[in-house]
């Protein structure tokens, strides 16, 4: 049997010790200003993006990683001996997925699985976590594949979003429900949810209200909670992050993450975002 390599994209949210730890690939995504493109995570970081989007009054464009990217990678990977796993971003957020399995059929091979996250930022990175844990056990390709896949279900993604502002220019909601979001102070938990984005409970007045939502929704599932991996995801929110810390140091999960959100996930949801992501049992 062949080694495994684990792939996923920037849109991952995985640190850089976690990737180092695990020994996983990333392909980055492009974030693009105008005619300046950049790629997320390597030639654009994300104090960097959030200065450009204040210095040009413009917020970035995101592009999916090409068919020729993942050739490119794929190639290589399999050239170095090793079968292939790749997760990125979910099918729905992204034409990333459709792109690498353009590139798979391209090299009609079956040393590469490909498996939808239906997910993003560290939903997925949750998903690329435990592969690789089924991996450093001993699992072939397809094994590891079809472990993943029944827990893409069980993951739950909610983010708390600090200003509507991005959603809003990104076109991911009227102006009425930003103008009325900003009125009121509105702190929305943004949810993945059968692979898309949904709104769900509205905080009102500070971001501390909105955090407190998401600890408390997973405080109360503590006892089903899957006990390898848990993250704590931001954009520039670092005392947010403490603040999640410190009220969920006790949950019965073996590794809890704090982990930076990228450019991709930041340039969709701006400064101060953070959520909670877990598998559930």
Do not use: W
Request: charged share 25%.
């Amino acid at each position: 049997m062949n080694p495994i390599k684990i792939l996923s994209d920037s849109t991952s949210d995985l640190s850089r010790e976690l990737l180092d730890q695990h020994q996983i690939g990333i392909i980055p995504l492009y974030v693009n200003f105008g005619e300046e493109s950049y790629l997320d995570g390597v030639t654009l970081h994300v104090a960097e993006m959030y200065d450009k989007v204040k210095e040009k009054g413009i917020l970035p464009k995101t592009a999916a990683v090409s068919p020729a990217d993942f050739e490119a990678v794929f190639s290589r990977t399999l050239a170095e001996g090793y079968d292939i796993l790749f997760m990125g971003i979910g099918s729905k957020f992204s034409a990333t997925f459709q792109n690498a399995n353009l590139a798979k059929n391209t090299l009609a091979t079956n040393r590469i699985r490909l498996v939808d996250s239906q997910n993003l930022s560290s939903g997925t990175g949750l998903l690329v976590l435990k592969a690789c844990k089924f991996r450093d056990a001993g699992d072939d390709l397809e094994t590891i594949a079809t472990k993943i896949e029944a827990l893409v279900p069980k993951v739950r993604t909610q983010f708390v979003i600090n200003t509507m502002e991005y959603l809003y220019k990104g076109g991911r909601c009227s102006s009425i429900v930003a103008l009325v979001g900003t009125l009121l102070k509105i702190k929305p938990i943004i949810k993945v949810v059968d692979g898309a984005m949904t709104v769900g409970k509205k905080a009102h007045g500070k971001i501390q209200a909105g955090l407190d939502l998401l600890i408390d929704e997973v405080k109360s599932l503590a006892s089903r909670l899957d006990g390898d991996f848990l993250m704590v995801t931001h954009s520039l929110a670092e005392d947010s992050a403490q603040y999640i810390l410190e009220r969920i140091k006790d949950l019965p999960v073996a590794e809890i993450h704090k982990t930076p959100a990228g450019c991709v996930i930041s340039g969709h949801c701006g400064e101060g975002c953070i959520g909670i992501l877990y598998i559930l049992k």
